[in-house]
């Protein structure tokens, strides 16, 4: 279906430098296939979407789409981009008109569907995102998960060949980013044939045939998804998917800012789609401090979390101490609130971590 070669693109600076994102892109996109885009923030991931819809058009190489050359002069862009639809994190809605309004639009504007035609589609589309219910209320009283959902209604509409979504979630509230990932999990099981930037690595797991890690300028490595996060080849794509997360914390007394470290403790979990852990990650840090930790100052409490593997733990650790803090006493409610309890000497002293569902 698209055929990318040697593709490449260079930005000119205002001051006349030049940055090269996208170095040498090769690969081949077959019919039905659902492949994420995944990577570093800034390694040309929105340019190689771009680029492919020539919104921002590429500066070498070429783009073969159902057979024809989409860089060649005179190729009719707007023609491609029927077929190749588009939807963005900022959703793009247009906010004075009504949601069946913003689906109707294209297919009146551009196909010339009759208007009863359109909105009867229209119609069925919202049902098909779950927002029937809204067809005539305006974007602005819909949250983001609802105008995510509008915005790739609106792109079905024009009945499209593939769709590239760039980062479709990222601008989501962590509540609202599953109502929308199921929406394009639906497509992806009709055979919708997509390309898709996620920081979601489970979502790309599940959901994709293929996998592109853009790393350089390249694709650095592609693969299955059980091939890319289970068995990665380059050590680049090995340290990205396998990054763990962490925030840490250094107790050095009693003026100690419990309520900063458990705002942080929310901000963190909310970043990383763990909002449900964060009441737990708050409690098990105040039991400690408060409980067997207690007496241990300076320490260091760490919260880290692996998106592959979705493990989530609370590491406290003292310099200098060679057996473990905790006294089986003070644990049960502890214990409780941990699917395990690790106490383990480290070359610089203890740690006990608690890994927590
Ligand atoms: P990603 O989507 O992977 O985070 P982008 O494709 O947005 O990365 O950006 C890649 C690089 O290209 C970044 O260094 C960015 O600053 C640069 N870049 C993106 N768009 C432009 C532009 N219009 N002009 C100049 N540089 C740009
Ligand atoms: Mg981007």
Known sequence: ?????????????????????????????????????????????????????????????????????????????????????????????????????????????????????????????????????????????????????????????????????????????????????SVIRQLAKEGMTMLIVTHEMKFARDVSTRIFFMYDGYIHEDGTPKQIFENPKRSATKAFVQRIRKEVFEVDGNEFDFLDMESRIRQFCIKYNIAAKSDKAVDLCQLMLSGPMASYVPMTVRITHSELSEDTALDFMVEGLETSPLKEAKMQEIRNQCREIVEEPTSRGFRVKLRID
């Open 1 to 181: 279906m698209i055929t990318v070669s040697h593709l490449s693109k260079t930005y000119i600076n205002p001051d006349g430098s030049q940055l090269t994102v996208l170095k040498d892109i090769n690969c081949e996109i077959q019919p039905g296939e659902v492949i994420s885009l995944i990577g570093p923030s800034g390694t040309g991931k929105s340019t190689f979407l771009r680029a492919l819809n020539l919104l921002d058009p590429p500066t070498g190489g070429s783009i073969i789409f159902n057979g024809e050359d989409i860089l060649q002069k005179g190729y009719p862009v707007h023609k491609m981009r029927q077929k190749m639809g588009m939807v963005f994190q900022s959703f793009n809605l247009f906010d004075h008109m009504t949601v069946l309004e913003n689906v109707m639009y294209a297919p009146c504007k551009i196909k010339k569907t009759p208007l009863e035609k359109a909105r009867e589609e229209g119609l069925q589309l919202l049902r098909k995102v779950g927002l029937a219910e809204k067809a005539d209320v305006y974007p602005s009283s819909l949250s983001g998960g609802q105008k995510q959902r509008v915005a790739i209604a609106r792109c079905l509409a024009m009945q499209p060949e593939v769709i590239l979504f760039d980062e479709p979630t990222s601008a989501l509230d962590p509540t609202m980013v599953g109502e929308v990932l």
